[in-house]
């Protein structure tokens, strides 16, 4: 079964800092992937996506993930985080057997991101 | 940009009520979803939904669980019979249907429901 894992459930980073959210999926077939974010009593923004190509996407925000097919890895980085960045984000793997499919994800735990001035 | 809406923000309901929590999906969308965040676990997926009937359903959504899409512009879920364990943040997804696999899932802000 397809699964997803964001090992970190809480980082904080500094204003300006950089960042690095890491996610693992385990999925028999080639993923879809996906970064989401939430902020407090909002629902969930996409950040980016990946379904083939090159394997650096660029998403809104800034924000930019690698997927690595070898390390089941598709982390998220962001060169210079802004304090509006501070959200919870998840990782998600979308199924691929055809229609109302490619809308069910698994999601991951989620990673909280604080950013101190 | 247009939005997928939830109402209400907020439900509480007592233990054995019914409820009904209502989405507006985006227009031209073809495909309906609906997920579900318990308080400090990953959200889950509960069931999609196509040309009026459920596509797919997880073990989740059981018996006391409906949806349905009663006009051209609403998409319900309907809890029968409230437990404590149903308290937590639902999403309704929408996305558009043809080429699909490519396409956005849109989110809308959620419904906190609240089981006492």
């Known amino acids: 079964a397809q699964s997803v894992t964001q090992p970190d459930i809480h980082i904080t980073v500094s204003e300006g800092a950089s960042l690095e959210l890491r996610c693992n999926y385990s999925?028999?077939?080639?993923?879809?992937l996906f970064w989401y974010v939430q902020s407090p009593g909002q629902g969930l923004q996409l950040l980016l996506k990946?379904?083939?190509?090159?394997?650096l996407v660029q998403g809104i925000k800034g924000f930019e993930a690698e997927f690595k097919r070898s390390q089941s890895s598709f982390n998220l980085r962001k060169p210079s985080v802004h304090w509006s960045d501070a959200a919870e984000y998840f990782c998600?793997?979308?199924?691929?057997?055809?229609?109302?499919?490619?809308?069910?994800?698994?999601f991951g735990q989620g990673t909280i991101l604080t950013v101190h001035p | 940009e247009p939005e997928v809406t939830q109402t209400p923000s907020h439900q509480v309901t007592q233990m054995g009520q019914e409820v009904i929590l209502r989405c507006v999906p985006i227009?031209?969308?073809?495909?309906f979803y609906w997920y579900r965040q318990i308080l400090g676990q990953k959200v889950e997926f509960l069931v999609s939904?196509?040309?009026?009937?459920?596509?797919?359903k997880s073990e989740i959504f059981d018996d006391q669980f409906s949806v349905e899409r009663p006009d051209g512009s609403n998409f319900t879920l309907k809890i029968r019979s409230t437990k404590l364990e149903d308290s937590a943040m639902y999403f309704c997804?929408?996305?558009?249907?043809?080429?699909?696999?490519?396409?956005?899932?849109?989110f809308g802000n959620g419904t906190r429901l609240t089981v006492t």
């Open positions: 997804a929408s996305k558009v249907g043809l080429k699909s696999y490519n396409s956005p899932l849109h």
């Open positions: 999925y028999g077939a080639t993923p879809y």
């Open positions: 990946y379904f083939s190509g090159d394997t």
């Open positions: 998600a793997v979308g199924h691929n057997a055809g229609g109302t499919s490619y809308g069910k994800l698994t």
């Open positions: 227009s031209n969308h073809l495909y």
């Open positions: 939904f196509y040309n009026n009937e459920i596509s797919e």
